[in-house]
């Protein structure tokens, strides 16, 4: 900022701590204070959460929801107050927040990244060193959580018919997505705000999915600007980009032109969130939090009491419609693939449109609850698409719910090119950062060598529905052997200092 790269005297902590109100309302960030009063009442998260970094250094809350260019985006050059001498700053008093504590505690104790066997774990330990408002924002689904736990126990009523007797001694893991080889049949999905879970974010899926050779779909609502995700990118790794379509279609235009020059190879345009879902475990971490509007005085239109998400979503435009589509295959030459498609008749209408793929999917159980799994409604997907020799028309995913290989192959054997995975991957980059994320791909990988061993198949072109019995998929009351990994994060691992107690 011109005016004040020159600036000769730093501000001090005192100075900013004086604009501390509505009337005036300075904020610290990475070292820098910004004027925001005239921003408070268009800020979508309300006033309140910035009102409570009032004269201090606001930066820990705003990194994980905010990508770095932001301020500069959106709050007028002038707005910019210059640096600020951060040795004059009060640091706040992490050290007496028993919350804090007790998480150091059990941060000391968890276990060691070699006693993660699946994906689970990294859930379970997440679980209990994340802070409160990741784990939340993570973990919740909408309303009941029904279709949240829907999702993996779907997986829990199907069952294999494996062959015997074949020389499987060679196995080949390797397929092709949106004409991208990749070594393993899923890809990294998109999850907003991974700085929640670790402080460099994305960035770090970008490492573990370039080691794994798998694709990475970057999210609109990353923490980390989209130029940082692809900047990580290296060689012939391959990344998609997850579009919410915005309001402004100007806005739209300029995020996928770009994300197309960026050489992203897929456009993934969720379908299935015109206004995202009540997910409460995050909106009562919120509150606690930050006292969002529960009682939203202020008059406006945007809903704040639905924690982080409800908030940074508001420019998600409601009225997105299959009209909509062919300009979108105007726009961009990328692939275009719908994210969130929930039956076989919406599957038939993005083939007719011209659409190259869908992703079968409720969002991770994260919007309209009693919503099914992506696996259920592929079962009913692809045998109609076979009935009317539409199947080689189109690239059909699923996610939601994937914990393990045989989820991975069973999705295959009925049809899927393959499948996205989230939370266990933010969960292993929460609890242990690039190290959880390398091992769960690689325990992955393991499952699906030996599993495939085991149904008698040595490559995915041989998965085939001959290798499933899926005649209890739709019964949602079928009792199935409890599900003690899937249905509640089973009993915390016990790290060594733990044993010793
Ligand atoms: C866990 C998670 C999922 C999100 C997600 C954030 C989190 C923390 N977010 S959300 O804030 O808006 O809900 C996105 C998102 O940005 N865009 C999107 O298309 N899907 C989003 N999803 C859904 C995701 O792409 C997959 O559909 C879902 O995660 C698959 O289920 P599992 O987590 O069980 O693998």
């Known amino acids: 900022h011109p005016s004040n790269d020159t600036q000769a005297v730093k501000l001090t902590g005192e100075e900013v701590a004086k604009h501390n109100n509505d009337k005036s309302c300075w904020v610290i960030i990475h070292g820098r204070a910004y004027d925001v009063t005239e921003f408070l009442p268009e800020h979508p ?19 994980p929801i905010h990508p770095p260019d932001t301020l500069d985006k959106y709050l007028d050059k002038s707005k910019h107050l210059g640096e600020v001498d951060m040795n004059t700053v009060e640091k706040e008093d992490k050290e007496h927040d028993p919350d804090e504590i007790e998480r150091q505690e059990r941060i000391k104790r968890m276990p060691i990244l070699e006693q993660c066997y699946n994906l689970m774990d990294f859930e379970a330990v997440a679980r209990r060193v994340m802070k409160k408002t990741a784990w939340a924002y993570y973990s919740s689904g909408a309303d009941d959580e029904i279709t949240l736990r829907e999702n993996h126990s779907a997986f829990h009523k199907i069952w294999f018919r494996p062959r015997i007797l074949q020389d499987v001694e060679q196995i080949d893991l390797s397929t092709t997505m949106l004409g991208t080889k990749v070594s393993i049949p899923f890809y990294v999905t998109a999850t907003a705000l991974g700085k929640l879970g670790n402080p460099e974010g994305e960035v770090v899926l970008t490492r573990g999915a370039k080691k794994h050779n798998v694709i990475q779909m970057i999210p609109t609502l990353a923490s980390c600007s989209f130029d940082e995700i692809v ?5 012939d790794q391959v990344q998609w980009l997850q579009l919410y379509v915005n309001k402004d279609r100007a806005i739209t235009k300029r995020i996928i032109e770009h994300a197309e020059k960026r050489g992203c190879k897929g456009l993934f345009i969720t379908v299935d969130a015109p206004q995202l879902g009540r997910r409460e475990k995050d909106m009562r971490s919120k509150f606690s939090d930050v006292g969002s509007n529960v009682q939203n005085t202020g008059g406006d239109n945007v809903d704040r009491s639905q924690g982080a998400a409800r908030a940074i979503s508001s420019f998600i435009d409601p009225s997105l419609s299959w009209k909509d589509i062919p300009w979108f295959l105007s726009v961009t030459k990328m692939p275009i693939i719908l994210k969130g498609v929930q039956r076989v008749e919406d599957v038939i209408k993005a083939i007719d449109v011209g659409c190259h793929g869908v992703v079968l999917s409720n969002h991770g159980g994260r919007q309209l609850d009693f919503a099914r799994s992506g696996v259920e409604v592929l079962a009913e997907v692809m045998p109609e698409l076979r009935r009317l020799g539409l199947q080689d028309k189109i690239e059909v995913y699923i996610d939601g719910g994937v914990r393990r290989a045989t989820d991975i192959i069973k999705a295959l054997c009925l049809g899927a090119t393959g499948v996205g995975i989230g939370r266990p991957f933010l969960y292993a980059m929460s609890a242990y950062g690039l190290p959880g994320v390398d091992r769960a791909m690689q325990l992955l990988k393991d499952e699906m060598e030996m599993n495939m061993r085991l149904i008698g198949c040595n490559s995915i072109d041989q998965l085939s529905p001959e290798f499933v019995d899926t005649r209890g998929l739709s019964m949602h009351t079928t009792g199935v052997p409890s599900d003690t990994l899937g249905l509640t994060v089973y009993d915390p691992l016990v790290g060594p200092q733990e044993k010793a107690k």
Request: negative net charge.
């Open 45 to 63: 998260g309300g006033a309140k959460v910035i009102l409570k970094y009032a004269g201090k250094d606001g930066t820990e809350e705003y990194a």
């Open 231 to 235: 900047d990580e990118r290296s060689g």
